[in-house]
Structure formats: structure tokens, C-alpha cells
């Protein structure tokens, strides 16, 4: 019965945690979609097996759930079941020879190389929160690190004079991240003139590279709030992530004829097809530019010639 299988849920989360380094956004969300499959299992009177996964699917789709949430839910339950099976728990896994809806792939959002400009110049730098605001702003788009790395940074890891960070990125596997001159300067800014202001204001300052302004450490959603602050003051219309600018960073290195494998190290990506998506980005632009440039590339200069 559904129940058996509930009772092996926190251990498969301890296992997805210390096992498989898994985030605590996705353990939270794995741990919902199994308590919504149990949940649908109960009021059926039903044990869980392939009939009953697929009548659910089914259930989460006429529900309107997003193809990516119904998506989301199926890695769930395979990687539930899959552990289940692995422990032999159970005999079969229920997900065998389910296919997850097929998805139209989304392109990331990016922004021009002159908004991230005017984004990063945004900050008043006469002042110690103004200098932080530089800093973070200017190594989010120099290195392409994610938010949740940037906030994990400690301020022992940026050596002066050196352009590269040793950083601890997903599932904790390390790798190195580079900065420009821009951002290595706006860095030493930071930890010289404004951070031991900052710190000061707490008895008990964090070993965190990036202080809020009582000298505590940072957490991402400090980090976003900092960036819609500065995209206020640039455009009215634009919406900006600290991850729009992880995005528009890989973009601009594709645009820029930076080879994907390149890109796909310096992004942290596990597989380059992750990181093929860019390319596509790249492609279009091209494009664009291609039918703006070229004057025979839309049908208005043909007609104009006729």
C-alpha cells in the first residue's frame, strides 16, 4: 500500500541530500510531488504502480499544470523509485517507460551589452553600500556564477591581483571562475574601503565576501532586491535577475566567438547540451542583425527595388 512507500520518504531525502548534493529548493519540491502522488494513491484506495502514475499525470494535466511542473514531478517519482528499487524495497518502478510531456525549449532571457553596462555604472559608489553594489553587480556578469555561489563566496577567496575564483557551484563540485579587470578592480574597491565599514557594524562579523549593511552575510534574495533597485533606475520596463545576467554573460561570450566548451566550463554546466541553448541565442541575434544589415534580407528592400 501507498503507505509503505511513504514511510521510506525522508530517508530517500536524506539520501538526495548527502548522496546526490541536492538543493534544498529541490528537495522541498520532490518532497511535495511524492506526498501529492501518495495523497492521489490514498483517495483511490490504490497501491502505486504504473496504472495508477499515469491516471495521475493525466489528473496534474487537465488540472492545467505546467508541462514543466508535470516534468518536475516524473524525475521525482523516478528518482524516488529508482532508490526504492536499488534498496529492493520494491520489485518494480512504477515511472518504467513513462515519458515526461514534451516541452517547448524557452530561450533564456538576456540583455543587451549596453543595458548590463548602464546596470553595473547604476551604483553610487561615494558610498560603502554603493561600492558593495558595484562589486556584486560586476562579478555576477564578469564570471557567470549563479547567486547562490556568489552569496557562498568568502571573503578568503579573492586573492588581490589574481583574476580567477575557486568557487563551490552545484552539487558541490568546484570550479574556477574569471573576472575582467573591471571586476577585479570594483572587488578591491569593495574589500578595502567598504566592507570593513560594514563589518564593523557587527560584533560578530560572518567570514562572507558580501555583507548587507548591519555586517551581516547575504542571502540571494539580498542579492535580487539589489538588482531590481539598480534595474529601476535604468529602464522602466526592463525585468532583471541576478540570473538574466548569468545568461546574458554566456550570450555575449558566444556572440563574441567563445567556443562552447569554453562557455560550458566557465558556466559550470555537467553536459554541454545545457549549454547549447546559447548557441541558439547567438543564432538569433545573428539573425537579426542579418536582417537589419543585409539589404536584400526581408521582403520590403525587394519590394523597394522593384
Not at 524557452?106 to 551589452?113: A, C, G, H, M, Q
Not at 588581490?160 to 571562475?177: A, S
Not at 569593495?190 to 549593511?213: C, D, S
Request: aromatic residues 6%; positive net charge.
Amino acid at each position: 500500500m501507498p503507505a509503505r512507500m511513504e514511510d521510506h520518504l525522508d530517508s530517500f531525502i536524506t539520501h538526495m541530500r548527502l548522496a546526490r548534493s541536492a538543493s534544498e529548493h529541490t528537495l522541498r519540491a520532490y518532497s511535495a510531488d511524492l506526498i501529492g502522488l501518495f495523497a492521489f494513491a490514498r483517495e483511490a484506495d490504490s497501491d502505486i504502480d504504473q496504472l495508477l502514475v499515469r491516471r495521475y499525470l493525466v489528473h496534474l494535466q487537465k488540472a492545467g499544470q505546467a508541462k514543466s511542473s508535470v516534468a518536475r514531478r516524473i524525475a521525482a517519482f523516478r528518482a524516488f523509485f529508482k532508490y526504492l528499487v536499488k534498496r529492493e524495497l520494491i520489485d518494480l518502478d512504477p515511472t518504467e517507460g513513462i515519458s515526461g510531456p514534451k516541452q517547448s525549449r524557452r530561450l533564456p532571457k538576456v540583455v543587451s551589452e549596453d543595458v548590463v553596462t548602464q546596470l553595473v555604472e547604476a551604483p553610487d559608489c561615494r558610498t560603502p553600500t554603493g561600492i558593495r553594489d558595484r562589486a556584486i553587480l560586476e562579478t555576477l556578469y564578469a564570471s557567470g556564477m549563479r547567486v547562490s555561489e556568489l552569496v557562498g563566496l568568502r571573503a578568503d577567496d579573492i586573492i588581490p591581483g589574481v583574476d580567477e575564483i575557486r568557487i563551490i557551484g552545484k552539487r558541490k563540485k568546484q570550479r574556477i571562475v574569471l573576472l575582467g579587470s573591471r571586476a577585479m578592480e570594483a572587488l578591491s574597491n569593495y574589500i578595502e574601503f567598504a566592507r570593513p565599514q560594514l563589518v564593523a557594524k557587527n560584533p560578530n562579523p560572518p567570514n562572507a565576501l558580501f555583507v548587507g549593511y548591519r555586517g551581516t552575510a547575504m542571502v540571494p534574495s539580498s542579492v535580487q532586491r539589489i538588482v531590481d533597485k539598480y534595474v529601476e533606475q535604468v529602464s522602466d520596463t526592463l525585468k532583471i535577475s541576478p540570473h538574466t545576467l548569468r545568461h546574458s554573460f554566456a550570450t555575449h561570450l558566444m556572440n563574441h566567438g567563445a567556443d562552447l566548451r569554453s562557455v560550458q566550463e566557465l558556466l559550470g554546466h555537467e553536459s554541454v547540451v545545457t549549454t547549447q541553448i546559447y548557441t541558439h541565442v547567438s543564432r538569433e541575434r545573428l539573425k537579426e542583425v542579418y536582417d537589419r544589415a543585409h539589404p536584400r534580407a526581408s521582403s520590403e528592400a525587394e519590394n523597394l527595388e522593384r
